[in-house]
Nanobody, 125 residues
Framework: VQLQASGGGLAQAGDSLKLSCVAS????????MGWFRQAPGKVREFVAA????????KYSDSVKGRFTVSKDNANGLVYLQMNSLKPDDTAVYYC???????????????????WGQGTQVTVSS
């Protein structure tokens, strides 16, 4: 499945942004979906994920309580609602798909099948 992320932009600390990721053929009902981010000079890090059946979610400690991941299987969409943004959230955000049922979005994330192209989020203080 091919993925395309959008919704990034400029924000001030405390603002909200909502990222979207669309699957080219709309078929994500069998995939767990997640978000990663990469800040300048840093390695790509896991942000959030939602299981294939939307029953479970995972978040990194740095975004827990501020970000919410969701998916719309009918339209092949995955969202990342980002609230209370901080300058440290500045990064390129990538969506990803993972077909595994038991080890979905577990380090070292070697079951990830596809990546989106990334969308820039910049948060100023």
């Amino acid at each position: 499945v091919q993925l395309q992320a959008s919704g990034g932009g400029l924000a001030q600390a405390g603002d909200s942004l909502k990222l979207s990721c669309v699957a080219s053929e709309g078929r994500i009902n069998k995939y767990s979906m997640g978000w990663f981010r990469q800040a300048p000079g840093k390695v790509r890090e896991f942000v959030a994920a939602i299981s294939w059946d939307s029953a479970s979610t995972k978040y990194s400690d740095s975004v827990k309580g501020r970000f919410t991941v969701s998916k719309d299987n009918a339209n092949g969409l995955v969202y990342l609602q980002m609230n209370s943004l901080k300058p440290d959230d500045t990064a390129v955000y990538y969506c990803a798909s993972d077909p595994s049922r038991l080890r979905w979005f577990q380090p070292p994330f070697d079951y990830i099948e596809s990546w989106g192209q990334g969308t820039q989020v910049t948060v100023s203080s």
